[in-house]
Each structure stands twice: as C-alpha cells, then as structure tokens.
C-alpha cells in the first residue's frame, strides 16, 4: 500500500508551548488527510478533515484555534497543537487519501507528552 | 454511515486461520466495509474492503455475505505478528471518505 510518513514519532514539551506534526504521503498525492487522536485504551477519534488548498473541516468539540492545520500541498499536512496543556497529552494520527484511492493510509502516529 | 458489531475480543493459535466477524445489518447499498488493524502504539493499517463479492489479497480474505449484513475476515495462517486491534468500517463510496472507528475487535494469536 501507500506511504503516509509522520513526524516526529514521539514529542514532549512543557505546558503553553506549541508543537507542530507533521504528514507527508511519500509516494502519492494526498487529495484528502485526516487527523486523528487516540487517548489510552480508546478508539481513534476523529479531528479534522483537509483538503489541498482548502480550509481544514473540524469535527464537532474540536477547537480549531487550538489545533491547526495546514495542507498547503498535495504531500504536506500538519497539525500544530498550540498552547498545549496536559490534557492534550495523547496519540496523534494522520491520514491521507488519494484521487485514485478509496481506501485512506496511516502514519505511525506521534505520541505527544505534555508536561 | 452505517453501524457495525464485533466481538470484543478473540484469541487463535498461531499457524491456524483467524475468522473475525463483523455484523453490519443497516448497510446500504452503496457502502463498502472496510477492513483496519492496528498494532500496538503504531497507526492503523489497511487490510481490504469489498462491496457485495468476496475478496482477497496478500494479507487476508473478505467474506461478505449474500444480503451483505454481515462479514468476516480471514487471516489464513495467523502469526503472532497479527496480533492487534481489528477494525471494521462501513462507509459509503461517495465524498465522504471520513472512517468512524468503533472498539474493535482485539485478536491475540498465541504461539
């Protein structure tokens, strides 16, 4: 399948301090990324959706002063969480489709650790 | 998108075939089921998905059944690299590629 590459892997910061994640599709054009969050033992929830060249659509009770995002090309997305606060801290997830694709392909994910 | 069941949890042997079931009783006739897996700490990873025919590919089979409520995905030759959290999504073909993930189902291969 498809390469969707995430960087970094893992990122502690202290609180009230931004960080940024990003999403590249290595071998493909992502039309479409999605961002994920995974706290333990739960789900994947969805954030955000984003489109080349368009503004990212945010799900319901996701702040989007908060996180932002960027897709400013059809390789690139990310995600920076600003001001962040312990309760932020989780496993983060991109995402990302192609045109030619039905199917959407993974990052490894970013485990964030605020402190 | 429509809704989907699964057991909570499965255990198999290593070497022998893992059969998960998914039940998927309101879906429409445009929706596909997919098939995700996530290993520990890592993101998801794709496996197949299918409309109405069974399919197959180098990491598993899909069994949809005639009235298309219900699937199960066989992974022929378990190992205990398989062991993860298996995910089966509905979703429909159109625009909306978001994927809603519900709990899984966590299968552990033991040796």
């Known amino acids: 399948g498809a390469v969707v590459s995430q960087h970094p892997s893992w990122v502690i910061c202290k609180s009230g301090t931004s960080v940024k994640i990003e999403c590249r599709s290595l071998?493909?054009?992502?039309?479409?990324m999605f961002w994920y969050r995974q706290f333990p033992k739960q789900s994947l929830m969805l954030m955000a959706t984003?489109?080349?060249?368009?503004?990212?659509?945010?799900e319901q009770g996701v702040e989007k002063d908060k996180f932002l995002i960027n897709h400013a090309s059809l390789t690139l997305s990310t995600l920076t969480v600003t001001s962040a606060h312990p309760e932020d801290s989780s496993f983060y997830i991109c995402s990302a489709r192609g045109r030619a694709n039905t199917e959407a392909f993974f990052g490894q994910g970013t485990r964030l650790t605020v402190v | 998108d429509a809704k989907t069941t699964q057991p909570t949890s499965m255990d198999c042997a290593e070497g022998r075939a893992a059969n998960l079931p998914c039940n998927h009783s309101?879906?429409?006739?445009?929706?596909?089921v997919y098939w995700y897996r996530q290993i520990h700490s890592q993101g998801p990873q794709y496996i197949i998905h299918g409309l109405k025919n069974n399919e197959t590919n180098e990491m598993a089979s899909l069994i949809i059944t005639e009235d298309r409520k219900s699937s199960t995905l066989i992974l022929p030759h378990a190992t205990l690299r398989d062991t993860a959290v298996y995910y089966c999504?509905?979703?429909?073909?159109?625009?909306?590629?978001?994927?809603?993930f519900g709990k899984g189902t966590l299968l552990t291969v033991n040796p």
């Open positions: 999504i509905v979703k429909g073909g159109g625009s909306n590629y978001k994927l809603t």
């Open positions: 071998d493909f054009q992502a039309t479409t």
């Open positions: 984003s489109n080349e060249g368009s503004k990212a659509t945010y």
């Open positions: 309101t879906i429409s006739g445009n929706e596909y």
